[in-house]
């Protein structure tokens, strides 16, 4: 017994006997007393709920589930929530046993040590780990682990759940031939066993993968041995960002540098060049590189938007088509779009087989087309057409360095025209300024003719008819002086018709209409044909300008008509609408090649006619066919 004694006494557990029957304590060593803080012989005769503290159960809700676990193994373990004299609460770790005394009946034998501060370190060391386990599953990229034997997931975080498209339930214990394709788990696992085998960090710049929701994604893998006590690869872990937005962002950025140089290079191009078709080519070559495209062809329209003419075009494209070969506005594709200024995507010729220049694209192997009209502000001055071989060749992100270009193309096109309008003007000022000079040389030696040939051989006749009168009796003298006055009616009506060639004074004083009507009816009288006029809205005067222009355009065409028409009938139409006033002088004579007369620069009577109207802010149109009539219309705004 004392031995016994001996060793309960210096035992470092604290021990206590707990009669069954009423729970009372009947023995303890003198480490439970320390263990709960009272004195030596203190405890024995209290009830053993004097040192158990209330948790979420009560002390005798505790007590009833030790007993039913001691009934049925004959030993329970666990930890207590335990309470010292001065009120201290702490957990102890209690290992109970029970057997039959033959002084106390059943008594619980219970061994109880303090565990406090393990207690304490198992609680931070939890709230480490969901400290941890936090940071990892809020990683806003994918994290996993992986068992280094058998390559199975061990751990994934909720970013890789969102990624991959699983479930965590669903990949923990699996492995990547259970979720991927073949070639692809093979690539994971191969890398998987160099990282393990090399026991170093493996740095995957770009891995593509197949997601179950997202698509194929890249990512950037980093994957780390995860090494036991021993240094031999315990696990593998899994780093992976995904990195497709920034690889498509870092594409998107190469190909705007790439487009924007392109772009750049067309500029300088185009702004080197006056003429739009001296810089085609390389305008033509920046565009396949641009766009990609097989072909590219530029239309112009003439100034009535009737015509498109192959200015420049592809060798591929068109062949044999030529800055002469011309093609009707109203059977080329998408011509409303194009007039509207609205590009036209055709994502398959086959769509646009009703047209004849879509046939020989779609024989020569093209089958898509984008067509940019050229907008030089609110004119539509052409089209850009640009060709692939392959259905759905323009990308859509392609549109807008193309409208950029297009836009470009129309500066260039206007550019060109406002060049060869001035130097047309120059010309035309040129031509002008000799057929002034012609004229003038002309008018001079008209009035020269007319002074000499019919005024002075009226007037020598007049002087020697006065003359003879002196010398003559009287009878034979009236016979003189009525001679010497018919010479002078002769005169003065010559006079007349000098002075009515030159400028009919009732231009000025009766205004446009009684002066045309005169000039249609003196050409009736001095020529074979038969003028017609008819007007509507002239029962007004002008102003003085567009009255004498709009008689110099009627008095020229007139002139043209008694020339050149050899017709017996012409017809004059004049009328005002719209504050504008329109001459029309119409024939159906001989006619000429109005194209040919416009290129013209001898042709001057047309020259000049036009000249007058735009310098008087309106326009002349001359419309010919040989063998079909001339219709020559003027427009003067009034």
């Known amino acids: 017994m004392r031995l016994s004694n001996e060793i309960l006494s210096h035992v470092g557990e604290g021990v206590v006997l707990i009669r069954v029957s009423d729970g009372v304590i009947v023995f303890n060593n003198p480490r439970f007393e320390q263990l709960f803080g009272y004195s030596s012989g203190e405890l024995v005769g209290k009830h053993i709920s004097i040192v158990n503290a209330p948790t979420d159960k009560s002390p005798q809700e505790t007590a009833r589930e030790i007993a039913e676990a001691l009934d049925a193994d004959r030993r329970w373990e666990g930890e207590v929530y335990s ?142 041995p995860i090494l036991d006590d021993q240094g031999e690869p315990a696990y593998l872990l899994g780093i992976s960002e995904d990195i497709t937005e920034r690889q498509h962002a870092e594409q998107m950025r190469q190909r705007h540098e790439r487009d924007t140089t392109i772009i750049n290079d067309i500029l300088r191009v185009i702004n080197t060049h006056l003429d739009v078709q001296a810089a085609f080519p390389e305008v033509r070559a920046g565009l396949r590189e641009l766009a990609g495209c097989a072909a590219v062809s530029l239309n112009l329209f003439d100034e009535c938007r009737e015509w498109l003419s192959f200015v420049a075009t592809d060798a591929p494209w068109a062949p044999g088509a030529s800055p002469d070969t011309r093609l009707r506005a109203a059977e080329f594709p998408a011509i409303t779009d194009v007039l509207a200024g609205k590009p036209s995507v055709v994502r398959n010729l086959t769509t646009e087989l009703q047209y004849p220049i879509v046939r020989v694209a779609y024989a020569l192997g093209f089958r898509s087309v984008v067509r940019l009209p050229l907008c030089a502000g609110s004119d539509v001055v052409g089209v850009l057409s640009l060709f692939w ?130 000039l249609v009816d003196r050409y009736s009288h001095q020529s074979t044909i038969q003028m017609h006029i008819e007007h509507d809205g002239l029962d007004r005067r002008f102003a003085p300008e567009i009255e004498t222009g709009a008689y110099r355009i ?85």
């Open 83 to 224: 309470r010292k004299k001065d009120g201290t609460l702490f957990w102890s770790h209690a290992s109970i046993s029970t057997f039959t005394h033959a002084e106390f009946g059943t008594v619980w034998v219970a061994v109880q040590r303090d565990i406090t501060v393990r207690k304490r370190l198992q609680e931070q060391l939890l709230r480490t780990k969901a400290f941890l386990d936090s940071i990892v599953e809020n990683i806003p990229n994918m994290v996993f682990v992986k068992d280094a034997k058998s390559l199975a997931f061990v751990l994934f975080n909720r970013a890789g759940e969102e990624l991959l498209g699983y479930r965590r339930a669903d990949l923990i214990g699996k492995n990547d031939y259970d979720f991927f394709p073949k070639t692809e788990a093979d690539f994971f696992t191969e890398k998987d066993r160099a990282v393990l085998h090399n026991k170093t960090l493996l740095d995957i710049p770009e891995e593509p993968i197949k997601t179950a929701q997202h698509g194929e994604r890249t990512l950037h893998t980093k994957k780390i």
């Open 389 to 518: 071989r392959e259905v759905d060749g323009c990308q859509s992100g392609e549109m807008g360095p193309l409208t950029q270009v297009a836009n470009a193309v129309a500066i260039a096109v206007e550019k060109s025209r406002l060049f060869e309008e001035v130097s047309a003007g120059r010309e035309r000022l040129a031509a002008l300024s000799q057929q002034l000079i012609e004229v003038q040389e002309v008018e001079r030696r008209h009035l020269a003719r007319e002074l000499h040939d019919e005024v002075g051989q009226v007037l020598t006749a007049l002087k020697l008819s006065l003359d003879a009168i002196d010398r003559i009796p009287p009878p034979a003298g009236q016979a003189r002086l009525r001679e010497a006055r018919q010479h002078l009616d002769d005169l003065l009506a010559r006079v007349r018709d000098l002075s009515l060639d030159l400028r009919p004074a009732m231009l000025d004083d009766l205004g446009l209409l009684p002066a045309l009507l005169w």
């Open 554 to 638: 009627a008095q020229e065409a007139l002139t043209n008509v008694a020339r050149h028409a050899g017709v017996t009938q012409a017809t004059v139409r004049l009328w005002v609408e719209d504050r504008t006033l329109t001459i029309q002088i119409i024939d159906t004579g001989k006619g000429f090649d109005s194209a040919l007369a416009a290129a013209d620069r001898a042709a001057g009577g047309v020259l000049g006619m036009r000249e007058r109207a735009r310098l008087l802010g309106g326009n002349l149109t001359v419309e010919s066919t040989p063998g079909a009539g001339t219709r020559v219309t003027a427009q003067l705004p009034v």
